[in-house]
């Protein structure tokens, strides 16, 4: 979410954190946990940009927290030979799509992250984007790391990167001892060391560009024709995606291992070639349709890159594989400053409260060009802000807490969304370029970790590892309540038992209600509770693999009404 040109921040905050039965409610005789999606977690700061040891620490950490993937930018700018040079360079005998074409050390970082990402048993979605080298833009003079950039030399980039990261390619790097990562108080121990492998781990997920509706990671995004202002960066990444998905399938990964898009979710009510474009706009140009879902034809579809005549829209398809056969569409709903349940009144935009708009777009699509598919939703970027620091758009670290259980809440009900999300581990420092009272000096960095830059650990820093979201807060007496709860941390599809309590409003003791077996692929239960006087409730986790200490939810708080009068 963060724009390209922002420096990366400081990185030594991640080293700091090292109900009466009769009375209340009745619980069904088992507890429903139907969702499998994934926990995806971002922070390209500590990791990306990390030394060794910060990796190493920030892996055990999101280890423990019970994270199933990492999302890591693939800076193009970062690997490229040259990139602030306007001349294309020369790649050698193997040409650019030879991973040794590139520096050799430039492929430090990534080596790592997945060498790290292995030991603690975490898997990877790598993001493949800019900002890219001056000289594969589409003018190298306006030095642009984000101008229209060249889908050949891109394609071929990604070829090299897929090939090294195949699982095949050999690990060059000298054998050495994994840095100490171990956070005892997180739960899980750290792994054992374990001895060098011959190849460098492979990463199973990728996505090609980051927010290609965003003008910081993608320009134009409109421009000019017949007389007009038109979308272009639809018809400037669908060559960006059909390169990216050719170079990952001649480099070992199939289709059902890339994303894609990574779209933004709002955009500006006008186009221009540096505002955003509204997602679901973004969507209907990318695929060559009007906003009532017709093929574009004739001079219209012409200046969009698009199928001209029947014939042309026949082969659209099997032309752009990548945007038929990809495993699923990426994107970040964001909502920042409304809870997540609040919808977004822009019927263009796509927050998590109005997700349906994003798969009913991609089924209508897919059902005009005679696709049988329903694409898979992967959230790959969340969060919300905090005050502090941020007081322009921060909310509570409670809400913060809150609010993150909730969307959690929301996502899981979706069985078509594949993967939650949160990004930042460690809030971004200001942008000190600017003066405090400068709205930007906020407004330009996130602030939506779940530990302080000063490295203390904010609620929710425990309530990612320990979710509980009640559906709703005022409830009739006597009326059901969802109560949604998961434990991250533990081993997914482990045994599980988890503890229903309540606590009367005023008092200070628990009381356990109901204890539930739970099994499921990723440990999460969905139940109802009957709601007969105000209250607390909370889930406490008994994990015998993890030694059986009870590990506890925040409380959410339930008031009871009196039922509506005949």
């Not at 699982?167 to 054998?175: A, I, M």
């Not at 894609?260 to 140009?285: D, K, N, V, Y």
């Not at 986790?541 to 339930?558: E, T, Y």
Request: with cysteine.
């Amino acid at each position: 979410m963060i724009p390209c040109d922002v420096p990366p921040r400081r990185l030594a905050a991640a080293f700091a954190i090292a109900l009466a039965a009769a009375a209340l409610l009745a619980l069904p005789a088992g507890a429903s946990a139907s969702a499998s999606q994934e926990s995806i977690f971002m922070d390209d700061s500590e990791i990306v940009f990390g030394t060794d040891e910060k990796v190493e620490a920030t892996f055990s950490i999101l280890r423990g927290l019970g994270v199933d993937r990492v999302r890591v930018s693939v800076l193009w700018r970062l690997l490229a030979p040259a990139p602030t040079s306007r001349t294309r360079p020369a790649f050698g005998a193997g040409g650019p799509s030879d991973p040794a074409a590139y520096p050799a050390a430039a492929w430090d970082r990534y080596d790592r992250i997945v060498s790290a990402a292995r030991r603690n048993g975490i898997e990877l979605l790598f993001s493949v984007t800019a900002p890219g080298p001056f000289w594969a833009s589409s003018d190298p003079a306006r030095e642009d790391p984000v101008l229209d950039p060249d889908a050949s030399d891109f394609g071929a980039f990604v070829t090299a990167v897929g090939r090294r990261y195949s699982g095949t390619y050999p690990d060059e790097r000298p054998s050495v001892a994994p840095p100490p990562g171990g956070l005892p108080f997180l739960g899980p121990p750290p792994p054992p060391p374990q001895p060098p492998a011959a190849t460098l781990p492979r990463v199973s997920l990728w996505s090609i560009w980051n927010e290609p509706n965003q003008p910081g990671w993608l320009r134009p995004q409109a421009q000019r024709a017949g007389g007009r202002t038109i979308p272009a960066s639809p018809r400037v990444y669908r060559g960006l995606q059909d390169a990216g998905f050719a170079g990952l399938a001649a480099s070992g990964h199939g289709g059902n291992e890339v994303l894609l898009a990574e779209t933004a979710p709002r955009g500006a009510q006008r186009l221009s070639t540096s505002t955003p474009m509204r997602p679901l706009l973004f969507i209907r140009e990318l695929y060559c349709l009007d906003k009532r879902y017709r093929p574009y034809a004739g001079g219209a579809a012409r200046a969009r890159g698009c199928p001209v005549d029947a014939a042309g829209r026949r082969r659209f398809v099997s032309e752009h594989p990548g945007l038929f056969r990809s495993a699923g569409w990426a994107h970040h709903p964001y909502g920042l400053e409304v809870s997540p349940s609040t919808p977004d009144l822009q019927p263009d935009q796509v927050t998590l409260a109005v997700l349906p708009r994003l798969t009913s777009a991609l089924d209508r699509i897919f059902r005009g060009y005679r696709v049988n598919r329903r694409l898979p939703v992967w959230l790959t970027e969340y969060g919300y802000q905090t005050d502090p620091p941020d007081p322009i758009i921060g909310v509570s670290w409670p809400r913060q807490a809150a609010w993150l259980n909730e969307a959690d809440y929301i996502a899981h009900r979706y069985r078509r969304v594949r993967s939650v999300a949160q990004f930042l581990l460690v809030d971004d420092g200001p942008n000190r370029k600017v003066a405090p009272a400068d709205p930007r000096y906020w407004g330009s960095t996130f602030q939506s970790g779940l530990v302080s830059l000063e490295g203390r650990r904010k609620p929710s820093f425990d309530s990612y590892a320990r979710p509980i979201h009640a559906s709703h807060s005022r409830i009739r007496r006597g009326r059901s309540v969802a109560l949604y709860g998961q434990l991250r941390p533990a081993r997914n599809g482990a045994s599980l038992t988890a503890d229903v309590e309540f606590r009367s409003q005023g008092s200070r003791r628990w009381t356990r209600v109901r204890r539930l077996s739970v099994q499921s692929l990723r440990n999460s239960l969905l139940t109802s509770v009957r709601i007969m006087r105000s209250g607390s409730l909370r889930l406490t986790w008994l994990d015998q693999a993890a030694g059986g200490a009870p590990q506890r939810s925040r409380a959410v708080a339930v008031r009871a009404v009196p039922p509506r009068r005949r």
